[in-house]
């Protein structure tokens, strides 16, 4: 089979990027691995798919190279791919922090990447794993299940190395490798942290313990949503995006109540409830299992009335700035994405195509490009997707 652009991968960056190419009038093959397209935009945001975030900015993104992403970011906005969702009559709703979701299913904004391929003449393969890639004079040379295809352009879509279960794969940086490029490593990112040791054996027993807002801090990076403690660890968004940011060694601190100076509220129960115990008044600031198990280990306890002003502001010290050692991470097999990717010096940041090979394009979870939690990374593989896609 000749075709002018081949994209390999069928999620998020590789529709959008077929897309792209096929209303230019290109001939495009799609192919995917597995059984169907779009599986990671399927199991999204609980099923509604978190598509985009309405505060999207360059600022929301780690990369080796932070300017690099800024392009394509610029040339296809959230309000480009909001407008898309609009003309598929897809109901959606912010949820929080500006993050999108569907109304009902994530089923409807692959139905409408689908429907667009159609409309725009694009070929859909899917369970076509590929077998071997090579470049000849006209362009690229791919062996697949289904065949040989020759292509003029060729674009890599395969995504990450997080959530093996769902068929993620190291494909695309061992293409990357194979043409020359260098990747830089890679780890899981927007993943919950595991404890070890004593420090799980003191908070294990909290599992399913939830608090709606707390506020993680790695270096100066802060993040500020829930937390859940977890049997093997802490999760919830707090922690998830902090992740991204924590390595193995990093001092890790939480304020378990960031909207609320801990020190003077427990001075004003002091005088309303001289003869509570301090656990049972933490009880209904925190979590009381939280505030049990907390005074156990760290703060003791004894009724309000035995303790000085000073206690109680350097209990409230405590509570805003408690350390938590984490040992690891949950690895790839939870993660949400993966930091690290094919190195961007060696990429266009305009149109993705490849330095060292004309002609190879790089795009979406592959590249070094990683959003925080709450639909930017859809928005980096919509926008890369499309700079690919307007050249190929």
């Not at 906005?77 to 709703?93: P, S």
């Not at 040791?197 to 993680?216: D, I, N, R, S």
């Not at 209990?315 to 994405?337: C, F, K, N, Q």
Request: glycine share 12%; hydrophobic share 40%; charged share 20%.
């Amino acid at each position: 089979m000749k075709v002018d652009v081949l994209v390999i991968g069928a999620g998020a960056a590789g529709l959008m990027c077929a897309i792209t190419a096929g209303q230019r009038g290109r001939r495009v093959l799609l192919l995917d691995h597995a059984n169907k397209p779009g599986k990671k935009i399927l199991m999204s945001g609980g099923g509604r798919c978190n598509f985009t975030n309405l505060g999207a900015t360059p600022a929301q993104y780690l990369s080796a190279n932070p300017h690099f992403c800024k392009s394509a970011l610029a040339r296809y906005t959230q309000w480009d791919f909001i407008a898309l969702v609009d003309k598929h009559r897809i109901a959606y709703h912010e949820k929080e922090l500006g993050q999108l979701f569907c109304d009902e299913s994530s089923k409807l904004i692959v139905r409408m990447l689908l429907d667009e391929c159609t409309a725009a003449g694009v070929r859909v393969e899917t369970g076509c794993a590929v077998e071997r890639v090579r470049k000849t004079d006209e362009g690229f040379a791919v062996v697949t299940a289904h065949g040989e295809v020759h292509a003029d352009s060729l674009v890599i879509a395969t995504g990450g190395l997080s959530i093996p279960s769902m068929g993620a794969t190291g494909l695309g940086y061992e293409l990357a490798r194979q043409f020359g490029h260098n990747v830089l490593p890679t780890r899981a990112g927007l993943v919950p942290l595991t404890l070890s040791g004593k420090h799980l054996e003191h908070y294990q027993e909290l599992a399913g313990v939830a608090l709606p807002v707390v506020e993680t801090r790695v270096g100066k990076r802060r993040f500020r949503a829930g937390l859940l403690f977890t049997h093997r660890g802490i999760s919830g968004p707090a922690v998830l995006q902090i992740s991204s940011y924590w390595q193995a060694g990093d001092e890790l601190r939480i304020d378990l109540s960031p909207e609320q100076d801990i020190g003077d509220w427990l001075v004003a129960q002091r005088a309303a409830r001289p003869a509570a115990e301090l656990r049972n008044v933490l009880g209904d600031l925190l979590p009381r299992r939280l505030a049990q198990r907390l005074c156990e280990l760290w703060l003791g306890s004894k009724p309000m009335r035995q303790y000085r002003d000073a206690e109680l502001h350097d209990a409230g010290a405590r509570l805003h700035d408690w350390p938590i050692v984490a040992s690891g991470t949950e690895g790839y097999r939870t993660a949400e994405v993966t930091l690290g990717g094919v190195d961007t010096d060696e990429l266009s940041s305009a149109t993705m195509q490849s330095k060292r090979v004309p002609g190879l394009y790089f795009i979406g979870e592959v590249v070094d490009v990683t959003g925080w939690l709450g639909g930017y990374n859809f928005q980096w593989a919509w926008a890369s997707g499309h700079a690919a896609g307007e050249v190929v």
